[in-house]
């Protein structure tokens, strides 16, 4: 374990940070009262969108921008006012389609403002609404709206005829296709024009009484031995963002905040549409793909005062050199967090050297909803560590015991992450699929499926996934998922998937298969597999090497070894291989 820290104090900061009395918070909070600094209905009922936009547009931030989004070289801004308008004018679009409570809405677009009209407008409408990574190829896309039953898909005329119209007939429940059309171009046979019918809506809408505990959010996630899980998040959610935005990301009322993660995964939802809005501050949002200069660019020229980001962005960003880091200065920037896979020390220590400013690696996943372990701004970090449990949240390292239950583990002791139920961003389900959920707890334990270890000082450090799943580039990617693709291809007999350490991309896919019987293991098979599975997955869920094997190993059972896989791709020890077929003893 790194011993070094760095050390911070509340004057060296040029904002005096919400949570400067750690344990003193902790010890005062309460999640009741937390709600109570966020509204009901006006009628009754509680719903996120009200809290993210009409609280403020009835309110003095009525004229502030709340949205400035960037795409080439043009800009556009939404003020919170025009906020209100235009979710409205989307709610009474699904109003007037007759789609309520009982259907869900997907959407599938790139970083346009349209994506988030169409969430916060689907949440006013109490419709659950499950946005999709643009980048997903048509697979991913009709198999989770097939879990989801889809009734609406929001998305553009590009997306809709390259990865939808091929596989719409495979999605029965859908019955709207609604397009952001691009100028001068037909709308796609079978669809509506988005823009067409919000321009004829009206700009009123009263938002449907929800209840803080019904569905709002469903984000899927992988699964190791099956198809996605969709995880369900209720309205009451938005307490958490409320509390972690104010703690974890520290924002104030004055700040220019900028989340570099795409709506398609659970980051983008909470922490870049509902926390910045919960707390009246000015997002940026930026269409086009990473790329160092613009990024620079975007925080000098915006004036970004907080920036959320990820591992692999900041990674890139160390390989693009501190000479464009330092190019233009970036008074504006006040605090760097990161989250979505582990952050290594060296990163940490590079943004206090080169930017003047450390990186605050924070740890969550999609089924706890939003942050629950982090480094704020006014304790001192030990890099390499995710850092302590926000107010509201308590963590433990455990192990399931061979009866069924739980034992809690002293510091330093490596064992499984496990958060005590009771915030209100927990995932409430896994849609359709109860006994997943409820594999997940042990009485009032969360089991999160990484392991970790605590410090003497309460600081948590990640260790790695309990699991198979693969994290690349922030993305969490199912091996199932990507090995069920695999075996349509012709060629192919058995699949087996692992995550292969990259040292930008944490991890990489790579695959193994056996062929089947009159086909060669040459370089053209090699290409037309990826081929076949970048088509039908997209690039970022695709394998991006194969290696061909004479057999897989698979347990006497008949499961595939991921885990031998692994051992013997990185030269590790293969452990305990008493159930391998044909092997062990
Ligand atoms: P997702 O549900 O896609 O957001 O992925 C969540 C998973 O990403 C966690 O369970 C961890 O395995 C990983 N992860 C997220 N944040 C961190 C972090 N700060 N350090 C290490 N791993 C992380």
Redesign the pocket.
């Known amino acids: 374990m790194r011993q070094s820290m760095i050390r911070k104090t509340v004057d060296q900061l040029r904002v005096v940070p919400n949570l400067t009395d750690y344990e003193g918070e902790r010890s005062r909070f309460s999640w009741a009262e937390a709600r109570s600094e966020l509204e009901d209905l006006p009628r009754g009922g509680f719903n996120i969108a009200h809290n993210a936009v009409t609280r403020h547009a009835r309110g003095p931030l009525r004229d502030h921008v709340a949205f400035r989004f960037l795409s080439g070289d043009s800009a556009s801004t939404l003020t919170y006012g025009d906020l209100e308008a235009a979710t409205n004018r989307f709610a009474n679009v699904l109003a007037g389609l007759g789609v309520g409570r009982d259907d869900v809405v997907f959407v599938l677009a790139g970083r346009i403002p349209e994506l988030y009209l169409a969430v916060l407008g689907s949440l006013k409408n109490g419709t659950l609404v499950s946005p999709l990574f643009a980048a997903f190829g048509p697979d991913p896309i009709a198999t989770r709206m097939n879990l989801g039953s889809g009734t609406v898909l929001v998305t553009t005329t590009e997306l809709y005829e390259r990865k939808v119209a091929p596989i719409r007939s495979q999605v029965p429940s859908l019955r709207h296709v609604l397009i952001v059309p691009e100028a001068g171009e037909p709308l796609p046979a079978g669809t509506s024009d988005l823009t067409a019918l919000m321009a004829a809506s009206s700009d009123s809408f009263d938002i449907v009484a929800t209840r803080p505990q019904d569905p709002a959010l469903l984000h899927f996630?992988?699964g190791t031995t099956g198809m996605p899980k969709g995880a369900v998040h209720v309205h009451e959610a938005v307490v958490t963002h409320w509390s972690t935005g104010k703690y974890a990301l520290d924002l104030h009322h004055d700040d220019v905040y900028w989340c570099t993660a795409d709506p398609g995964?659970?980051?983008g939802i909470s922490y870049g549409l509902i926390a910045p809005l919960v707390h009246g501050v000015t997002s940026v949002v930026d269409e086009s793909d990473f790329d160092p200069e613009r990024w620079y660019g975007i925080l000098a020229d915006q004036q970004v005062s907080v920036w959320y980001t990820a591992?692999t962005a900041i990674r890139m960003l160390m390989k693009a050199g501190a000479e464009l880091a330092t190019a233009r200065p970036l008074p504006d920037l006040r605090l760097i967090a990161?989250?979505?896979?582990?952050?290594n020390p060296e990163a940490v220590w590079w943004g206090q050297e080169v930017l003047g400013l450390p990186i605050h690696?924070?740890?969550?996943?999609?089924?706890t909803g939003g942050i629950m372990i982090g480094n704020t701004p006014a304790f001192d970090i030990k890099p390499g560590s995710?850092g302590r449990p926000l107010p509201g949240v308590e963590a433990a390292i455990a192990v399931r015991t061979d009866d069924g239950g739980i034992r809690l583990l002293g510091d330093a002791t490596e064992g499984e992450l496990v958060l005590r139920k009771g915030w209100p961003s927990m995932f409430r389900g896994y849609l359709n699929n109860p006994d997943r959920y409820a594999a997940c707890f042990v009485g009032d334990w969360y089991f999160?499926?990484?392991l970790a270890e605590r410090d003497s000082d309460g600081y948590f450090w990640?260790v790695g996934?309990a699991d198979d799943?693969i994290?690349s580039a922030?993305?969490?990617i199912g091996p199932f998922e990507v090995e069920s693709v695999l075996m349509s291809h012709p060629a192919v007999a058995e699949a087996g998937v692992i995550g292969k350490p990259d040292e930008v991309a944490g991890q990489v896919v790579k695959a193994f298969v056996s062929l089947r019987q009159g086909f060669t293991a040459d370089d053209a098979l090699r290409m037309d597999i990826l081929a076949h599975a970048r088509r039908k997955l997209g690039a970022t869920v695709a394998p991006k090497e194969v290696a061909f094997l004479d057999t897989l190993p698979r347990t006497r059972s008949g499961k595939i070894m991921r885990r031998l896989l692994r051992a013997r791709e990185l030269g590790l020890p293969e452990g305990d291989t008493s159930t391998l077929e044909g092997g062990g003893s």
Do not use: I, Y
């Not at 990161?338 to 952050?343: D, W």
């Open positions: 996630t992988s995964w659970v980051t591992p990161s989250v979505g896979e582990p952050l690696d924070n740890w969550w996943q999609t089924e995710m999160t499926g990484d990640f996934r799943l994290k922030g993305h969490l």
